[in-house]
DNA sequence: ATCCTTGCAAATGATTTGCAAGAGT
DNA sequence: ACTCTTGCAAATCATTTGCAAGGAT
């Protein structure tokens, strides 16, 4: 917990048991939606309002500890913050992994925001398919 | 209008008028989120109600006439179906450009998605920052 | 001691649904 | 003719807010 609780000072945001709980249950899940944060968190803390939760996420990721993962027809994923990456989101059960940007992708993509005089803070890619499982059925 | 009667038969869609008039407001508008639509929509079709919108804008993206973008931070906007592309986002104003995915990027792309044996149907994306007219603000 | 956060319940906002009348093929 | 779509109003679902009590620094 003391992880979390790092986290949270270096945003200068208070750790509440709520919030470390929340960063937990991104960190095992990987990412997750607000209800499927909220269900995680019931199950240790069963007291918590969905309430809090909303508010968290939105605090959270306002000060740069969470990120918000929007998806094509289905309800944004949050995840602990880390460098750019690749989402390969399976449009058959939904699941999200992570893949890492090599270097071609991270100046590709930076020259393209060049060229168009636009000043990159932050870049998302998504790729929608089969993963493993879901090829076979 | 015949261009937009012409994508809802391909798809085997009514080429009702409002949906013509909903793919011609997203013709023209480049991207737009479902009221963004509905209130340029009401411009020259005042009796069109907010549920024919959605009901539409589902049916179409479920067809495969208009794509979903989902946005960080925002709600969801549509654009007529166009190979992938790259969507620069304005953090600052919201508006969003795009531009090309050159052969680089599509090939890194794929290549990541080998990698993960997942099979990649199609893919988004998004950098945000700010664009030309926000960056002297 | 102070300010921020929590949990609750109520309020708001967004999206979906059911249905009778009308439009497209 | 037949089936799908429309517009309306109501229902549902998602998110936000106000506030008194409790927790973090």
Excluded: W
């Excluded at 990412?31 to 996420?57: M, R, W």
Aim: overall charge negative; charged content about 30%; proline content about 1%.
């Amino acid at each position: 917990m003391k992880k979390y609780e790092n986290m949270l000072k270096e945003h200068s945001l208070k750790a509440t048991y709520q919030r470390m709980s929340i960063l937990s249950v991104l960190d095992k899940m990987g990412h997750g939606c607000i209800d499927e944060v909220y269900e995680k968190v019931k199950e240790t803390h069963p007291t918590i309002s969905l309430a809090t939760v909303y508010k968290n996420i939105i605090t959270m990721v306002e000060n740069g500890v969470i990120t918000e993962v929007p998806i094509a027809g289905l309800k944004s994923k949050y995840e602990l913050k880390k460098d750019d990456h690749i989402h390969l989101i399976c449009t058959e059960c939904g699941d999200v992994k992570d893949a890492d940007m090599d270097d071609k992708i991270t100046q590709d993509v930076s020259s393209v925001a060049n060229n168009s005089s636009f000043e990159a803070k932050s870049s998302n890619v998504n790729i929608y398919g089969l993963c493993k499982n879901c090829k076979g059925a």
